[in-house]
């Protein structure tokens, strides 16, 4: 899948956008990245769900689709929210929380709630995801390359792992550049190598490249 991008080209210290390509430098510049893309497309004021104006400072991003599912930080699925709408929100998607609006009696929202997360528990199980199925695809494992030079997440998911112990397989997608090369979810790919998975679910972002700082520097003195 393609990142939504502006349309003009930028170069910033941790980014370039050219031609509709989102270059940097190393993967952890990438979520500064994109919260600054985000709002270039979809401005910082006025709240996605609310649809009012907020000083800066009381704004937030949402994910659209949650992060408990999976739900990618990217421009596609981040929306500018107000913090009470965020609060609120909370781990539902978009289409959920709307539906959840329109319900006035709060023990009828109570039940949704639950309906929800009940359904949400059983999908994670059987292998299926809420995401949009046209943002995911099956890699094989071995695929997926690790091109950071330094490794920051040391800590061992157990949670994770007894996860894929019991269910056989990963409940939600890794993000990887148009080259495979890992952007998020190094917790699950390590424990997915461990158990020998030979598929894993990815959003494969194609207008995105890592590229070496050598590269990005060249490509930032030279660029347009
Ligand atoms: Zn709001």
Redesign the pocket.
């Known amino acids: 899948m393609n990142i939504d991008l502006p349309r003009r080209n930028l170069k910033t210290k941790n980014f370039v956008v050219k031609e509709g390509t989102l270059y940097i430098s190393n993967r952890f510049f990438f979520k500064p990245s994109v919260q600054q893309l985000t709002y270039s497309i979809k401005g910082r004021r006025k ?6 104006d ?1 000083p800066i400072s009381q704004m937030t991003l949402d994910h659209v689709y949650p992060k408990i599912i999976g739900g990618p930080y990217i421009p596609n699925n981040l929306v500018p ?2 913090q ?3 609060g609120m929100k909370a781990d539902m998607t978009a289409g959920q929380y709307f539906q959840f609006k329109r319900i006035s009696k709060t023990e009828n929202k109570v039940n949704f709630v639950k309906d929800l997360n009940h359904t949400r528990e059983k999908l994670r199980k059987d292998g299926k995801s809420e995401l949009p199925k046209n943002w995911i695809e099956q890699i094989p494992t071995k695929e997926i390359r690790f091109h950071t030079i330094k490794i920051k997440e040391r800590a061992w998911n157990k949670k994770q792992e007894i996860f894929l112990a019991c269910n056989g397989h990963i409940p939600q997608p890794i993000v990887v550049d148009q080259e495979l090369k890992l952007i998020d979810g190094f917790h699950w790919l390590i424990i997915a190598r461990q158990y020998n998975l030979e598929t894993v679910p990815v959003i494969r972002l194609e207008n995105v490249k890592i590229i070496n700082k050598r590269s990005f520097e060249i490509l930032l003195l030279n660029g347009q």
């Open positions: 709240c996605f769900y609310c649809g009012l907020f929210c107000c009470m709408c965020n």
